[in-house]
C-alpha cells in the first residue's frame, strides 16, 4: 500500500474537496494503482540530469509597466454568482 | 455530393468562383446538426442565429471581392474550453455551466478577423481530462463509424464533429494526445503544434507546460490551412514562441522521395492490436514505394512517458484548478455556513470524479515530503524524454508511429479503471513532454470498420515536414475519402 485512507483525505482536505468514507475507498484503491505504476520511475538513475520545466527554451518575458487591456468592473462582476455594491460578495469570514 | 461533405479548400473554391454563399453552407452545416447530433452528442452549444448573422458578413465581404482568407464564411466548431466573447464556454464542467467569458481567446480573434462562421462549442472530457470523451458532464459523444465506441478523449466532439461532417473544420487542444487520439478514433486529420506555435490566450489551462490549441480537419491540405490561419506569436502568451511562420500550404508537395522516415521499435509493443499493427507497417511500405527511406531510431524512455505525463500534467491541474472556488465566477454551492464550506461544498459539487482524482493525485506529488521523489523525479525523467527525441531526430525528419495501441474501444470499458484508461495515451504523451508537433492521419480501418490512426512526429517548429510526410501519404490513399454511414439517419 503505498497510499493509506488517511492520506488521501488529507490530500482532500489540501485541494478543498470533500470525500465520504465509501469515496475515499475507491480513491485511495485508484490512487495506490496508479503510484503504484509510477514507482517504476525509480528504476532510472537521475542523479545527474537537470530538471525540464518548459519543452522550448523561453527567457523572461517582460513588458513595459503601462496599463494597456483593462475590463471594465461591470464586465469584470459578470459571472460573479454574487455581488453587491460592486463588489464580490462571499459568506462572512470574520466571526 | 452535398455542401457538407466537402473540404475546407473545395468550399473556398466555390466561394470563389460565387457559385454557393455561405449563408448556404452554414444552413446546410446546422441542419446537418440538427439531424445527426441527438445520436452524437458532439456539441454542448449550438449557436444558430449567430452563425447565420456570421455567415451573412461574410457574404458581403465574399460578393466585394476575389481575395479572401480561406477561412471566410467557412463553418467550424470550437472546443468547448477555448473562450468566447459572450457565448457560453463550460469546460465540460458543471463547475462552468453559466460562465460567459468577457473576452475571446486570441485563436478566436485571430479566427474571427479572417470571419469564419462558428456554428457552435464542442463538448469534451471534463477540464480535457479523459480520453474517451466519458468524463464530460454534458454527456458522452459517440463515435460516428460506430454509436457503441467512444469518440476519443479529451476533444471527442471537436473529432466526432468533423468526421460527421457536422461541421468543415474545427479546433481542439492536446495536453497529452487530445487532438490526436480522437482524430485516430474518428478517422480524421488531427493536429497538434509544436508548444508555443498557437497562442493559448483565452485556452482554460490544464496542464500549462503541455496544452496546445490545434486543427481537426477532413485532409491534410485542410490542416495546413488552419495551421495558417492560428499560428504566430502573441504577446499575452508569455510562452507562445517567437518564431516565424512558415506558409504550411508550401509543404503540400506529394513527394518525400530521400525523406527519412525514423520507426521507433519501442511503439511496436506487446499489447498492440494486430489490426492497428497490420495497418501501419503497410504505411511504412507505402512510403518505401513512395521513394522515402526507412530508418530505425530509439526513444528508450517511453515506457516512462504514462508516468511523467500523469505527475506532471496532474501538478499542474491542481495548481491551475485551485481558481475554480465559487467566488469570482462558475458554479457556488446554494448552502454553505462559512466561507471554507463554501470553497469546500463548491468544488466538490462542481467537478466529476476524473478531475477530482486528478486535482488530488497533483496534490500529492507536490505535497511535502513527496516533492522530490515524484515531481521533482518526473521533470528529470522528462529531460531524459526530450533527449531522446532530439537524438533520434539527429537520423531522420519525421517519426512514424501508432497514433494508439487500439482503435476505438468501446463505451464503458474502461470507465472504472483509470490506470488501463491512462495507458491509451501511451503513444501520444511523448510529444507533448517534448514539446514536438505531432499529426495523426487516417490509415486503414479494422475489420469492425473502425478507422486506424497513423502518427508523425516532427522537430520542435517543424509542422510543414509531417504535413509533406501526411500529404503524401494521402495523396496516395482514400480513407480521408470515406464518410461515416451514422445508422437510422
Wanted: glycine share 6%.
Amino acid at each position: 500500500m503505498s497510499i493509506t485512507k488517511q492520506e488521501v483525505q488529507y490530500v482532500a482536505k489540501l485541494a478543498r474537496l470533500y470525500l465520504d468514507d465509501d469515496q475515499a475507498e475507491v480513491f485511495t484503491e485508484q490512487l495506490d494503482q496508479i503510484l503504484g505504476y509510477i514507482d517504476q520511475l525509480n528504476e532510472i538513475d537521475v542523479q545527474n540530469v537537470a530538471a525540464t520545466s518548459q519543452s522550448i527554451a523561453t527567457e523572461n518575458v517582460l513588458r513595459d509597466d503601462v496599463v494597456d487591456n483593462t475590463y471594465d468592473r461591470e464586465l469584470s462582476l459578470s459571472n460573479a454568482p454574487l455581488k453587491e455594491d460592486g463588489f464580490f460578495k462571499v459568506p462572512k469570514v470574520i466571526e | 455530393m452535398s455542401l457538407y461533405e466537402k473540404n475546407l479548400h473545395e468550399l473556398h473554391d466555390m466561394l470563389k468562383k460565387k457559385e454557393v454563399s455561405s449563408e448556404e453552407i452554414t444552413r446546410e452545416y446546422l441542419n446537418r446538426i440538427k439531424q445527426t447530433d441527438d445520436k452524437l452528442n458532439s456539441f454542448i452549444t449550438v449557436l444558430d442565429e449567430p452563425a447565420i448573422d456570421q455567415a451573412k458578413k461574410a457574404d458581403k465581404i465574399i460578393s466585394s471581392s476575389d481575395d479572401f482568407d480561406p477561412l471566410t464564411g467557412i463553418p467550424l466548431g470550437i472546443k468547448d474550453l477555448i473562450s468566447t466573447a459572450g457565448v457560453r464556454t463550460t469546460c465540460g464542467s458543471k463547475i462552468l455551466e453559466s460562465y460567459i467569458p468577457p473576452y475571446d481567446a486570441s485563436v478566436i480573434k485571430k479566427l474571427k478577423a479572417k470571419n469564419a462562421v462558428i456554428v457552435g462549442k464542442l463538448n469534451m472530457d471534463e477540464f480535457a481530462m479523459g480520453s474517451s470523451n466519458e468524463t464530460s458532464y454534458y454527456g458522452t459523444v459517440k463515435n460516428p463509424w460506430n454509436l457503441e465506441h467512444i469518440p476519443g478523449g479529451s476533444s471527442g466532439g471537436s473529432a466526432a464533429s468533423v468526421s460527421a461532417r457536422q461541421c468543415c473544420v474545427s479546433l481542439g487542444s492536446d495536453t497529452g494526445g487530445s487532438i490526436r487520439q480522437p482524430a485516430g478514433c474518428c478517422g480524421v486529420v488531427g493536429m497538434k503544434p509544436t508548444y508555443g506555435r498557437v497562442s493559448r490566450f483565452g485556452l482554460i489551462a490544464f496542464a500549462s507546460s503541455l496544452d496546445q490549441i490545434g486543427p481537426f480537419t477532413k485532409d491534410v491540405t485542410d490542416c495546413a490551412i488552419m495551421l495558417n490561419a492560428i499560428c504566430g506569436h502573441d504577446p499575452s502568451d508569455s510562452t507562445s514562441a517567437k518564431r516565424d511562420v512558415p506558409d504550411f500550404t508550401k509543404a503540400l508537395l506529394n513527394d518525400v522521395k530521400g525523406m527519412k522516415i525514423g520507426i521507433p521499435s519501442e511503439y511496436f509493443i506487446d499489447g498492440i492490436d494486430s489490426e492497428v499493427e497490420t495497418a501501419v507497417n503497410a504505411a511504412i511500405e507505402q512510403y518505401k514505394k513512395l521513394g522515402a527511406e526507412i530508418v530505425e531510431v530509439s526513444l528508450p524512455h517511453t515506457k516512462y512517458a504514462v508516468s511523467v505525463y500523469y505527475i506532471i500534467a496532474t501538478a499542474e491541474a491542481s495548481s491551475n484548478l485551485a481558481r475554480y472556488d465559487g467566488v469570482k465566477y462558475g458554479y457556488r454551492t446554494e448552502d454553505a455556513k462559512d466561507l471554507s464550506d463554501m470553497y469546500f461544498k463548491t468544488r466538490t459539487e462542481g467537478f466529476g470524479s476524473e478531475v477530482k482524482r486528478r486535482i488530488m493525485l497533483g496534490t500529492y506529488v507536490l505535497s511535502s515530503g513527496y516533492y522530490d521523489a515524484y515531481y521533482l523525479r518526473a521533470q528529470k525523467v522528462r529531460t531524459l524524454i526530450m533527449n531522446d527525441f532530439r537524438n533520434a531526430f539527429e537520423k531522420c525528419d519525421v517519426i512514424l508511429t501508432p497514433t494508439a495501441p487500439t482503435a476505438a474501444f468501446k463505451l464503458g470499458e474502461k470507465t472504472s479503471d483509470p490506470l488501463q484508461m491512462y495507458l491509451s495515451d501511451i503513444f501520444t504523451i511523448s510529444a507533448n513532454l517534448a514539446g514536438t508537433c505531432g499529426v495523426s492521419i487516417p490509415c486503414g480501418f479494422t475489420s469492425n470498420g473502425l478507422p486506424i490512426g497513423l502518427q508523425l512526429m516532427g522537430k520542435h517548429f517543424d509542422e510543414s515536414s509531417i504535413i509533406k510526410a501526411a500529404y503524401a501519404f494521402e495523396q496516395s490513399s482514400d480513407y480521408h475519402k470515406t464518410i461515416p454511414t451514422i445508422p437510422n439517419l
